[in-house]
C-alpha cells in the first residue's frame, strides 16, 4: 500500500458546482453501511466521489484513497450522476 499523508492530499474543484474542496475537513467525508464504504463529497452541492472500504478506520486512513478516487471523477464530464 502507498504511503499516503492526509498532508498530501489535494482535491480538484467539485465538476459539478466548481467547489474548491477542503480535504481537512470532516465533514466533507462521509461514510455508509456502518463504516464499511467511505467517499469524498462536495461541501456545496453534495456531490458523491467514488466508495473506498475504509477497513472500519478513521477518515484519515481512508481519505487519501477517497480523495484520489474523487480526482479521477473529477476528470469526468458531469453526467448527472452523482453515485
Ligand atoms: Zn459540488
Redesign the pocket.
Known amino acids: 500500500m502507498a504511503d499516503i499523508q492526509v498532508g498530501k492530499m489535494t482535491a480538484r474543484p ?1 465538476p ?4 474548491e474542496p477542503d480535504v481537512y475537513q470532516p465533514a466533507n467525508y462521509e461514510t455508509d453501511q456502518g463504516t464499511k464504504w467511505g467517499r469524498f463529497i ?1 461541501g ?4 458523491k466521489g467514488p466508495e473506498v472500504r475504509t477497513g472500519y478506520k478513521d477518515w484519515r486512513v481512508w481519505g487519501p484513497e477517497a480523495v484520489a478516487e474523487w480526482n479521477s471523477r473529477s476528470g469526468d464530464k458531469p453526467t448527472g450522476d452523482t453515485k
Open positions: 467539485c459539478f458546482c466548481g467547489w462536495c456545496r452541492c453534495l456531490a
